[in-house]
């Protein structure tokens, strides 16, 4: 019997647009939290709304806050009409924080645990201090943090493409949550995955397991960059000879120059040589041919 290959998926244009953002983001939360900190944080796995949406998303956000170490927080949870946003929350010295949610999800409570994650990593992050003032950043940022801290995993799943059929039509209808792109989404899990040793399978099945591979097959790029051991050594070496630097690496003084695979911290280490490095922000380690 034959065996077909699955064909590596494509990424269309503009999926990985924000990608400098999410690794900054990545990058910011090892700075601002610390390595040990954020590898502390386990995967969360929130059980699915039951009967009465408000209990359940109540129940669901002091999960959320307890998985985050900020038990002492009090989430207060309400639906109300937003227009276009999904769900909102109030910001302020605590240690109350309202989040309103829109009404849509009393009837179909699919993805409250997804709108939910977002909102109450707004607190988290409110309460570190961590923030930007551009708007769009700092939702990135969020999507980021939600989704590398172990609670983002529904953001993906509530990623999906239904077909309706009329009696003569039929149409598509796609429904997600967040700021990043389903890929993108998939990219920081998988990166999680990489960096802290965990099952890199695709979580779930359709678009959003798609979208996830899609995101892990960039992520495994980042890994495969030299000086990475193992990775395409016949560009590198031409480069190393001629002192010729480029995006993934920078010669001088003898040392060559490249950002932590798991984190993006920059780091230095001499000339031919095969080492196994560790980084001094995530403290992950890897093997290194320069």
């Given at each position: ?35 040990p900190a954020v590898k502390a944080f386990g995967t969360l796995v929130l059980p699915p709304p039951g009967p009465d949406p408000l209990i ?15 038990g002492d927080a009090r989430v207060i949870v309400g639906f109300s009409t937003l227009g276009a946003h999904v769900g909102e929350v109030e ?61 983002g995993r529904p953001m993906l799943a509530a990623y999906r493409v239904d077909v309706l059929r009329g009696t003569y039509t039929r149409r ?119």
């Amino acid at each position: 019997m034959a065996f077909l290959r699955r064909p590596r998926p494509v990424a269309p244009p503009g999926t990985f647009d924000r990608l400098g953002d999410v690794r900054g983001s990545i990058h910011e939360l090892y700075t601002r939290l610390s390595g040990p900190a954020v590898k502390a944080f386990g995967t969360l796995v929130l059980p699915p709304p039951g009967p009465d949406p408000l209990i359940e998303a109540q129940r669901a956000a002091a999960a959320l806050t307890r998985h985050l170490g900020i038990g002492d927080a009090r989430v207060i949870v309400g639906f109300s009409t937003l227009g276009a946003h999904v769900g909102e929350v109030e910001l302020g010295p605590g240690p109350e924080y309202f989040v309103t949610l829109s009404t849509h999800y009393e009837d179909d409570p699919r993805d409250i645990p997804a709108i939910l994650a977002h909102e109450v990593m707004h607190v988290f992050l409110h309460r570190r201090g961590i923030r930007h003032a551009d708007p769009a950043r700092n939702e990135i940022l969020t999507d980021t943090a939600t989704l590398y801290l172990g609670i983002g995993r529904p953001m993906l799943a509530a990623y999906r493409v239904d077909v309706l059929r009329g009696t003569y039509t039929r149409r598509r209808t796609t429904s997600r949550v967040g700021y990043l792109s389903p890929p993108e989404m998939g990219y920081v899990l998988a990166k999680r995955a990489l960096a802290f040793g965990e099952d890199d399978r695709p979580p779930g099945r359709g678009v959003a397991a798609d979208a996830y591979r899609l995101g892990h097959q960039r992520a495994l790029e980042d890994y495969a960059r030299p000086p990475l051991a193992g990775a395409d050594r016949r560009r590198y070496e031409q480069d190393r000879r001629a002192g010729r630097s480029t995006g993934e690496y920078h010669f001088e003084a003898g040392k060559v120059a490249f950002a932590c695979p798991a984190c993006g911290q920059g780091t230095r280490l001499p000339l031919n040589r095969t080492v196994r490095a560790r980084c001094p922000v995530c403290r992950s380690v890897f093997a290194c041919q320069t």
